[in-house]
């Protein structure tokens, strides 16, 4: 069907510290990220979920179409687990190009009786083994001071990402769902009781 790839250069891709979603899912499968071709709109937001669309032609066969959008629906639904995955970098609006450790993705797919390309059975590694236990504390209240400083930088972040912190609800609804990519749970009514407080704030430190 498609063209015949050239080996991976497992050294290159097994040095990152963490590679992107849509990256690993080709990589479980024995394709190489770099050798597959995109569409001329392969970064458009969209069903996608920021991942390029690639073509078909880059596929072996299609098995290995259908085997790439499965395994990647699959890991995008379950990256959240704290338990196999440890938290990447986040892209806003982009699920399937969050960061993700080769590693943890291998150890993840094995355990759930998918085949992995030796080069990454052999590096798999579950977070769960390696974490560290936290001491528990008591958390101090914040200042007001701290309180005004952490809303006013969720006020830039919201403007850097074009959220509108005046629209409460859909806002709050956003920062829900990326804030379960990273498998924190905060209630969405908590959320909107934060970002209420913004305008006020922003209007007299403007003034």
Known sequence: MGR?????????????????LWQAVLLSLGLDPDQMEHSKDSWMFGS??????????????????????KRLALLSNN???RNSFTAGTIRMGSPNRNGVKLGEVSAWLIGKNMSVPTELAEISQSPSSNRP?????????LNVRERASLLLIIAALCNHSKL????????????????QQIGCEIGESTI????????DLVERRTK
């Open 4 to 20: 015949e790839q050239k080996p991976i250069d497992w050294q290159y891709w097994t040095g990152f510290r963490e590679v992107e």
């Open 48 to 69: 996608s979920g920021g991942a390029p669309f690639l073509k078909d032609i880059g596929f072996p066969d299609r098995a290995s179409i259908e085997g790439y959008r």
């Open 79 to 81: 990256r959240s687990d």
């Open 133 to 141: 236990q936290l001491e528990s504390r008591v958390d101090l209240p």
């Open 164 to 179: 509108d912190f005046k629209k409460r609800s859909k806002t709050a609804g956003i920062i829900l769902r990326e804030l």
């Open 192 to 199: 909107e009781g934060h970002l209420k407080k913004i305008p």
